[in-house]
């Protein structure tokens, strides 16, 4: 199988997933998400591989989140089901991977492209990351688990803060809230995953999977998920989101 957006390689017993569209800051689009969905299916069943480690393309960008430009002109009923597949297809089923899923976050890690790294088991990050929710600011809420993982990980007051307050944190804050595990210089972030998963690839991979199902299973609340694609499609009926995203496209600030 080849990919047109994403690089992956298979060494050492681990799966790299490189997303390959730095020109846009590896915005997610449909076709991205498509092949991530691919890509997790055909690792989870090769037994070559035992962890996966996820990262983005160029200097710049982990994931400047879902492609703006993709979703611009959506109507309630596209916007939920944009965040139900989106969703069922690659956040959750991340989440239930049954091999760890490393994020080696590279730069920004925005909205959906934080939102993957929530739905990754372990967040390592590089000087240069920037990490936020910014969806209030273009007049949607995170529609890929964000409201439900990131106060799962850093607690939910600061995760309300930051998703109403549409801030980014930089790598040292990001530490400091728990949000990434380690940061190091960007030219130090993939053999950092590699030394991590060689540390992992020291234990069961049986007991790690029965961990991740462990951990995961006292988070579950399919409610708040629901919840969440429901209110994200409702943003898209509003004159807000239209004056949100038509701001970004036109790169102006809009106006509330
Ligand atoms: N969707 C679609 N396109 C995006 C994108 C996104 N989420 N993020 C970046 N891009 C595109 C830009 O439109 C631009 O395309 P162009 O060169 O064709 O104009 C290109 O990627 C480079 O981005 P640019 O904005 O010029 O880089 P910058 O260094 O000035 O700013 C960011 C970087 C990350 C601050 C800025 O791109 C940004 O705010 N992105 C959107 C973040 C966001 O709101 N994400 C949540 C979406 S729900």
Same mark, same amino acid.
């Given at each position: 199988m080849t990919y047109e957006h994403l690089l992956i390689e298979i060494q050492d017993q681990i799966g790299w997933i490189k997303i390959n569209r730095p020109k846009k800051l590896n915005a997610l689009n449909q076709a991205v998400l498509q092949e991530l969905h691919i890509v997790f299916m055909a690792l989870e069943k090769d037994n070559s591989v035992r962890i996966i480690v996820l990262t983005g393309a160029g200097e710049k960008a982990f994931v400047a989140g879902a492609d703006i430009a993709e979703f611009a002109d959506f109507n309630e009923q596209q916007g939920a089901t944009l965040a139900q597949k989106g969703q069922e297809s690659v956040f959750d089923f991340i989440a239930h991977f049954s091999k760890p899923v490393i994020a080696a976050v590279n730069g920004f890690a925005l909205g959906g492209g934080l939102e993957l790294a929530l739905a990754c088991h372990v967040r390592i990050a590089s000087t240069n990351t920037r990490m936020g929710l910014p969806e209030t600011s273009l007049g949607v809420i995170p529609g890929y688990g964000g409201t439900q993982r990131l106060p799962q990980i850093i607690g @939910? $007051? @600061?995760?309300? =803060?930051?998703? /109403?307050? +549409?801030?980014? /944190?930089? *790598? =040292?804050? *990001?530490? %400091?809230? $728990?949000?990434? #595990?380690?940061?190091? =210089?960007?030219?130090?972030? /993939?053999?950092?995953? +590699?030394?991590?998963?060689?540390?992992?690839?020291?234990? #069961? #991979? !049986? *007991?790690?999977?029965?961990? /991740? %199902?462990?951990?995961? +299973?006292?988070?579950?609340?399919?409610?708040?998920? @629901?919840?969440?694609?429901? !209110?994200? $499609? *409702?943003?898209? $009926?509003?004159a807000e989101f239209a004056e949100g995203t038509q701001a970004f496209l036109n790169k102006r600030k809009a106006k509330f």
């Open positions: @939910r $007051g @600061r995760a309300t =803060e930051m998703i /109403l307050t +549409a801030r980014m /944190l930089n *790598a =040292e804050e *990001a530490l %400091q809230v $728990g949000l990434v #595990s380690k940061v190091v =210089e960007l030219d130090q972030l /993939l053999s950092t995953a +590699a030394s991590l998963a060689q540390l992992m690839m020291n234990n #069961s #991979s !049986h *007991a790690m999977h029965r961990a /991740l %199902q462990s951990i995961e +299973a006292g988070y579950a609340s399919e409610n708040g998920y @629901r919840a969440e694609i429901n !209110h994200f $499609g *409702a943003c898209f $009926g509003h």
